[in-house]
């Protein structure tokens, strides 16, 4: 079993910094690609950043510049550190990995979620 569980979730004010973490813990033979996503309230689910096992990153447009995906292997932790926060950026924060659980059998996890809010 494979579990997925987010943190450094908060609240802070415009202009602030948060790093989020995505630790994959159990049965785990390989990560791939891991991205994050983002729900507001009454919108959809959106990307926000992406990072594959190459370590090749891609971010929405409205993040570029602010936002930076990484990943540690040794910890199969991935990591959005947020720079110069926006209301806009307000949302529950998901991250999702493709993982392979054998060499030969791989699914698409989900984690449960970590609200951000940016207000004053």
């Known amino acids: 079993q494979v579990q997925l569980v987010e943190s450094g979730g908060g609240l802070v004010q415009p202009g602030g910094s948060l790093r989020l973490s995505c630790a994959a813990s159990?049965?785990?033979?390989?990560?791939?690609?891991v991205g994050w996503y983002r729900q507001a309230p009454e919108k959809e689910r959106e990307l926000v950043a992406l990072i594959n096992s190459g370590g090749f990153t891609n971010y929405a447009d409205s993040v570029k510049g602010r936002f930076t995906i990484s990943r540690d292997n040794a910890k199969n932790t991935v990591y959005l550190q947020m720079n110069s926060l926006k209301p806009e950026d307000t949302a529950v924060y998901y991250c999702?990995?493709?993982?392979?659980?054998?060499?030969?059998?791989?699914?698409?996890?989900w984690g449960q979620g970590t609200q951000v809010t940016v207000s004053s």
């Open positions: 999702n990995a493709d993982i392979n659980w054998r060499w030969n059998r791989r699914a698409d996890y």
């Open positions: 159990g049965s785990i033979f390989s990560i791939n690609a």
